[in-house]
């Protein structure tokens, strides 16, 4: 088997309509030229958008039935135009004879799988187990960006003096490592007032921004508690910290609070500048025994929905003072929570970090204003880098995350912020529903437990070749080629145009040259295939270290595998009778067939997937039937049975008329399966609206396997 046995064959339609897709033709996809799998790209379709989907059957084209292991394929190249983007889409249900209608409702079905490419933001060296990438998701369909201004956004506000201290509230923040996500950790917390257990947990996640309460028994969360002077976080698989942003949990302090407990401090005496915290004080209605309320914003409520009293805040002053009772047991927990006033907590932070819970915005679009504790305001914004940076406040802003350090009082901070938001499209003219697809059409396009192919590619344009001329390339690469100004591949099982010496990467030009139309491209790649383990937004965790090393820019493809490719006839067998079923298992037939000697002879050229029936008319004659493709055509006992494939014009399968004998009796059949040489798959293109000036533009697919 050579390298230009294997082929990429187009299927019956790769237009857009209903009926498009269906079997494979004979119809090669040629190497380098220009719309043959795609038509070109309209001005209409930049302006409103464009989707289209199309199947192709690579394949092995021997006129034997030669095997090909373990084959896969894969998108090794992407356009270069940011607006326009392919995929590959796998689905278990994708048939030689699926139509378009049917592939739509794959690309959306739960168990289809996307499958894409990305490239290496740093370089690797031998031995890695971490691929760090550009992105490991995209969409599926065109998406509208869009820039959204967020104006005078409330993010920060102090004052001593004001009723916000009743609820004087710190922050602890844990930083996930800029190598990996984090769902498994801990933050130390010595002050957690425990009467207070109400505490938000705010952190950007792999996708989004999160702000939760663990006590709402929300999902995102498997176990979030505090022991042992630790906020102990286990976070969802799903929803992990991503890697380098801050998580931030916002709780109440005991060196801010105090719990005064009637059952042992009868009077309630509040220091200067202390407060009831709303919402905290027990009492009992004076008269009743049992029940026991707690102030509902200062007013005591009875079980029959009645005031029964009041209570000040700021003082602790009951009224009527003779409607409540004061008396009770540990266990009535009759008391309240006091804020306590400290230095500390009167004092202005210097100390201010907040998020902007945003996952895309334009970093130099921040623009804060401040307010002085003296009603004084000024405002400063991030450069570019996110750095923040004024003669009375200083900080950054990373990750969604603003950090601050102040040399003055701040009162009050609030902000504007440029937001990028990314849309999927859902229009008629698409013909795929986007609310169907997952996570709104951001599909990952790196699947876990599946194959990648991490490749160096070196590509060089030469106006000319001669006969004898050398070219140093990579040295150790394990696919070279060259192609001319047509697209055409110079390669030859014989190297009669160009030969490739591996150990010192020497390209030679051979005799064969003068055949082919410069310039020329020569294209070298060094490649190798790994197991992922974990997809993380940015990065990819292998099985097994890679055994090169890998510049910055290197492509991540993700495999698509098409296993073994052979025709193969499978599973033969008489029956007595046939029911239309072509998977009928009952009585044998009268008589038997000489398989074992004259096995069905296959070529790799004519086989389909296809169950299919021999059924016998009279002792001699037969009808073929296939399941899909109906009857074929009929044949006797005292020829060769070859029906030719229409599409390929090679024969489906060859039976020998010594496998036949005499045949059977009339209504018994042969049932059989045959296998292709070819699996189908769905390339997907989809182009968002915008301009672009890219004239020329391509997506290689890369096809491989083992003879």
Request: net charge negative; hydrophobic share 35%; with cysteine.
């Amino acid at each position: 088997m050579q390298r230009n046995h294997l082929k990429i064959f187009k299927s019956e339609s790769l237009e857009q309509h209903v009926d498009a897709g269906g079997h494979r033709t004979n119809n090669e996809v040629v190497n380098g030229k220009l719309n043959d799998v795609f038509r070109s790209i309209t001005e209409v379709d930049y302006a409103q958008s464009a989707f289209e989907v199309v199947k192709l059957f690579p394949s092995v084209a021997t006129h034997d039935a030669t095997r090909l292991a373990d084959s896969h394929v894969y998108l090794s190249e992407k356009p270069q135009d940011p607006l326009v983007n392919t995929l590959l889409i796998e689905s278990p249900s994708l048939a030689d004879d699926t139509k378009m209608a049917t592939m739509r409702n794959l690309i959306t079905s739960s168990t289809a799988k996307y499958h894409g490419m990305s490239v290496l933001t740093n370089a690797v060296e031998s031995g890695a187990l971490d691929l760090i990438v550009e992105t490991t998701q995209t969409q599926v369909l065109p998406q509208v960006t869009t820039a959204n201004d967020k104006l005078n956004v409330q993010a920060y506000a102090f004052s001593p003096n004001s009723s916000t201290t009743y609820n004087k509230t710190r922050v602890k923040t844990f930083v996930a490592p800029s190598s990996s996500n984090a769902a498994i950790f801990n933050i130390n917390v010595d002050d957690y007032f425990e009467y207070l257990p109400d505490f938000t947990v705010k952190y950007l996640s792999v996708n989004g921004w999160r702000t939760l309460k663990p006590y709402e028994n929300n999902a995102h969360f498997d176990e979030v508690k505090y022991q042992n002077n630790q906020f102990v976080f286990t976070l969802s698989a799903v929803y992990p910290m991503r890697a380098g942003t801050t998580l931030e949990v916002t709780y109440h302090s005991n060196k801010d609070y105090r719990k005064h407990s009637f059952a042992t401090t009868p009077t309630l005496t509040l220091a200067p500048g202390e407060k009831i915290q709303p919402n905290t004080f027990r009492v009992k209605k004076a008269g009743e025994d049992g029940a026991v309320y707690t102030d509902k914003n200062g007013i005591f409520i009875d079980n029959t929905g009645n005031v029964f009293a009041q209570v000040n805040h700021d003082t602790g002053e009951i009224t009527p003072s003779n409607a409540v009772d004061l008396n009770g047991t540990v266990n009535d927990d009759l008391g309240c929570i006091v804020l306590v006033a400290t230095t500390e907590s009167q004092a202005y932070p210097t100390n201010i970090s907040f998020s902007v819970e945003s996952d895309e915005y334009r970093v130099d679009s921040l623009r804060l204003v401040i307010t002085r504790a003296n009603g004084t305001t000024f405002s400063v914004g991030a450069n570019a880098s996110g750095v923040i940076s004024h003669a009375e406040i200083n900080g950054t802003l990373e990750n969604g995350y603003v950090t601050l350090t102040a040399s003055v009082d701040v009162a009050n901070i609030a902000y504007d912020l440029t937001v990028i938001e990314k849309t999927a499209i859902d229009a008629p003219w698409l013909g795929i529903n986007a609310s169907a697809l997952p996570n709104g059409g951001n599909v990952y396009i790196f699947n876990e437990n599946r194959l990648v192919c991490i490749q160096n590619r070196n590509r060089t344009e030469k106006t000319s070749l001669t006969n004898g001329q050398t070219i140093n390339s990579i040295v150790d690469a394990d696919y070279v080629d060259i192609t001319d100004s047509t697209g055409a591949s110079l390669y030859d099982s014989n190297d009669a145009n160009y030969s490739y010496d591996k150990p010192s990467g020497v390209i030679t030009i051979n005799t064969g040259i003068s055949g082919f139309t410069a310039p020329f491209i020569i294209t070298a790649v060094q490649f190798e295939l790994r197991l992922v383990t974990q997809v993380e937004p940015n990065k990819l965790r292998l099985l097994s270290p890679v055994l090169r090393n890998y510049p910055q820019g290197a492509v991540v493809s993700s495999v698509t595998m098409l296993g073994d490719l052979q025709a193969l006839a499978l599973d033969e067998r008489t029956q007595s009778a046939w029911s239309n079923n072509f998977g009928q298992k009952s009585a044998a037939g009268s008589s038997s067939l000489n398989l074992q000697q004259y096995p069905i002879e296959m070529n790799n050229l004519g086989a389909i997937n296809q169950r299919w029936a021999l059924v016998w008319g009279t002792n001699n004659t037969f009808v073929l039937f296939g399941e899909s493709v109906g009857e074929i055509g009929s044949g006797d006992v005292l020829n060769d049975f070859a029906p030719i494939n229409p599409i390929t014009q090679q024969p489906f399968m060859i039976i020998r008329k010594e496998a036949l004998g005499s045949g059977l009796q009339p209504g018994e059949c042969l049932l059989f399966e045959t296998t292709a040489a070819g699996n189908p798959i769905m390339v997907s293109r989809c182009i968002s609206p915008g301009h672009s000036n890219i004239e020329f533009d391509s997506t290689t697919l890369s096809f491989k396997g083992y003879a």
